[in-house]
Nanobody, 118 residues
């Protein structure tokens, strides 16, 4: 089954930056046509929450808690969606996932761990 594959997570100090990448696990599957792709995160003991989305047409939307710090973008040539994270805070520590609706569906991936030390 095709899954999303996330990468780029790391341990970083507060105030630092990371860039996460998202693609499909099978190179023949392009996420360019998905209606939207979202980045989500889940911290230990908390519900998964939406961080940012980007539509097929490039329209973006952000959760209030990341506005002005994170930026979502896409490279259609690479069929990849990115999440640039700046001014990271300890509370950004979580496993980050990407996902978007499609037919046939693509499953959630394993996520990528982001740990911000204060």
């Amino acid at each position: 089954q095709v899954q999303f594959v996330e990468s780029g997570g790391d341990l970083v100090q507060a105030g630092g930056s990371l860039r996460l990448s998202c693609a499909a696990s099978r190179s023949t599957v392009s996420i360019n046509g998905f209606a939207f792709i979202g980045w989500y995160r889940q911290a230990p003991g908390k519900q998964r929450e939406l961080v940012a989305t980007i539509t097929r047409g490039g329209r973006t939307n952000y959760a209030d808690f990341v506005k002005g710090r994170f930026a979502i973008s896409r490279d259609n040539a690479k069929s990849t969606v990115y999440l640039q994270m700046n001014s990271l805070k300890a509370e950004d520590t979580a496993v980050y996932y990407c996902w978007g609706p499609n037919d046939p569906s693509v499953s959630w991936g394993q996520g990528t761990q982001v740990t911000v030390s204060s």
